[in-house]
Structure formats: structure tokens, C-alpha cells
């Protein structure tokens, strides 16, 4: 089973529309969780961390759900500029590396 | 305050050349991480370095892959004898400790011709 899993998409939505992204993990000791934003060919760019009590960074909502071990992110109102891969990202307790999932794929439509 | 600074950002290699890829932390950060993703892939781990020490490389091929972060200077990711499969976005990330958030450089794209 991998590390982080993600539905790699692509979601095509329109512009203003609300749209939210699922992950999960297989490690129950991972402890920290982190949203990375990927443009094509560039490289990842960290868009937020995720905090037990979930948190929000303008249209932006993170949430993080320990018991079934997944984390969401929420984009409200969304942007043209918007549009990337959006990379799930997890590390455990000690761990040496990020786990990465492959992506979702975000398409805003004008 | 400069990020994760890599060179080269492109790099053309014939088969059985070395590749030697670079990469300066941020500022303040002495933990290295090296990823490389291929074309419509996800981003897959190599090796974590600090100062001085690999501490987890079991990301790397057996085989003509090694990395170092010597006390000066920057981080290098070296490929011997380079094929074909070698061709790929490498990633370098920094981050101040080993829970932390971690950082990106621009990537190095290797082309094995």
C-alpha cells in the first residue's frame, strides 16, 4: 500500500466554484502534514501546513482527520490561477523523508 | 534571504558521462532532501542528508548514485555513467530541522542523450 494516496483527478471546474481534494495516508504515527501547489514543470511550492485543528489561509481551508487518517483541502471562489497539481505530503514521527502523493490535478475554466 | 538555489536548472548529458547536480540550502536550514520525478510522475525520495552525513539514502539506486553535503559548500547529487533512464526533474528541498516545512529549488532537468 503506498504512503499517501490521491485521486489524480484532473478536476475541471469553472471559475467561483468551490472545489475540495482528499488524501490519505497509511501510516497512523505520521505527524505532519503539509498542502505543496505544483505548476507544470516547475518545481513544488508549499501552499500550507495542516494543523490538527484544521486551518485557513484566505480561500483556503486544510483539515486534517487523525481517525480515519486523511487530510482535505477546500479552495472556495476558485481562480484561474488556481490551476496546478496539488501534492499531498506526509512525514512521521522521526521519519527521514516526505512522502508524497502524485497528485491532483486542478483545471479552473474561465 | 535567497531559497533553495540549484544548478545547473538544465543539464545534457551523453550516455556513460557523470552528471554532478547542486544545491545551496536556505539560509539557516542544514537539512537536504534530494527527490526525482519523472515525466506525469509524483516526486519520489532519493536521499536526506545533514551536514557531513547521509542519514537515509534508501531512496537511491545501488548503483552509480551518490550524494554529499560537505561542511562548506553546496549539496551534490552525482551519476556516473548516466543511461537513458536517468533523464528527469531532480529536486532539491531544504528545511531548518527534521519536522519543518520544507522548501524547493527550482530542480534540475537532466537529459541523457
Known amino acids: 500500500r503506498k504512503e499517501v494516496e490521491q485521486d489524480p483527478g484532473p478536476f475541471n471546474v469553472p471559475e467561483g466554484a468551490t472545489v475540495a481534494f482528499n488524501c490519505t495516508y497509511s501510516?497512523?504515527?505520521?505527524?505532519?502534514f503539509f498542502w505543496y501547489r505544483q505548476d507544470c514543470r516547475k518545481e513544488p511550492k508549499l501552499l500550507m501546513s495542516?494543523?490538527?485543528s484544521g486551518n485557513e489561509d484566505g480561500r483556503f481551508t486544510a483539515q486534517l482527520n487523525r481517525a480515519s487518517q486523511y487530510i482535505s483541502l477546500l479552495i472556495r471562489d476558485s481562480k484561474l490561477s488556481d490551476s496546478a497539481t496539488y501534492l499531498c505530503?506526509?512525514?512521521?514521527?522521526?521519519?527521514?523523508?516526505?512522502?508524497f502523493g502524485t497528485g491532483t490535478r486542478l483545471t479552473v475554466i474561465p | 534571504n535567497a531559497g533553495v538555489m540549484q544548478n545547473p536548472r538544465h543539464l545534457v548529458r551523453r550516455r556513460g558521462q557523470e552528471a554532478r547536480l547542486r544545491c545551496s540550502p536556505m539560509?539557516?536550514?542544514?537539512?537536504v532532501y534530494w527527490y526525482r520525478q519523472l515525466p506525469e510522475e509524483g516526486l519520489k525520495f532519493m536521499v536526506y542528508?545533514?551536514?557531513?552525513?547521509?542519514?537515509?539514502e534508501s531512496g537511491m539506486p545501488k548503483e552509480r548514485f551518490s550524494a554529499e553535503f560537505p561542511k562548506e559548500g553546496p549539496s551534490i547529487l552525482r551519476i556516473q555513467q548516466v543511461v537513458r533512464g536517468d533523464s528527469a526533474a531532480y529536486f532539491c528541498?531544504?528545511?531548518?530541522?527534521?519536522?519543518?516545512?520544507?522548501?524547493f529549488g527550482q530542480g534540475t532537468r537532466l537529459t541523457v542523450v
Open positions: 528541498a531544504s528545511s531548518r530541522d527534521r519536522s519543518g516545512e520544507a522548501f
Open positions: 501510516n497512523s504515527a505520521s505527524q505532519s
Open positions: 495542516v494543523y490538527s
Open positions: 505530503v506526509v512525514k512521521g514521527r522521526g521519519a527521514n523523508n516526505l512522502f
Open positions: 539560509k539557516g536550514h542544514s537539512h
Open positions: 542528508l545533514q551536514k557531513e552525513n547521509i542519514i537515509d
